[in-house]
């Protein structure tokens, strides 16, 4: 498997996680999506690229509560987010949204 199908697999869950609510984003990101990240950091199989990485950003946005967590893992990478207007649009849009956890807090 190359580098571009491992980032277009990577692009295509980031695509299905934004038709999920924030909540089920979480649940995947605990059942498996941190280990998965994680471990390629860690070169486990392989190191994570730098164009994967950027595809994994996708998967940062998506997150509810563990976004701050999301954040702190996505910093050891090298992603880019060059070419990556989409991704800086839902982040804008996030953190012009409240969540609940600030709600809660407020």
Do not use: C
């Not at 277009?8 to 980031?14: D, N, P, V």
């Not at 695509?15 to 471990?39: A, C, F, G, I, N």
């Not at 994994?56 to 990478?77: H, P």
Request: charged share 30%.
């Amino acid at each position: 498997m190359t580098d571009e199908d491992r980032t277009a697999w990577l692009e295509a869950i980031g695509w299905q996680l934004r038709s999920l609510p924030r909540e089920d984003v979480d649940r995947q990101s605990k059942r498996w999506m941190h280990t998965y990240v994680q471990r390629r950091i860690d070169t486990i199989p392989r190191l994570l690229t730098q164009s994967e990485a950027s595809a994994i950003a996708e998967w940062v946005v998506q997150l509810g509560d563990s976004f701050d967590d999301g954040v702190r893992l996505l910093g050891r990478t090298q992603t880019s987010l060059n070419d990556q207007r989409m991704l800086l649009l839902d982040l804008n849009v996030r953190m012009l949204t409240p969540s609940r956890s600030r709600l809660r807090s407020s």
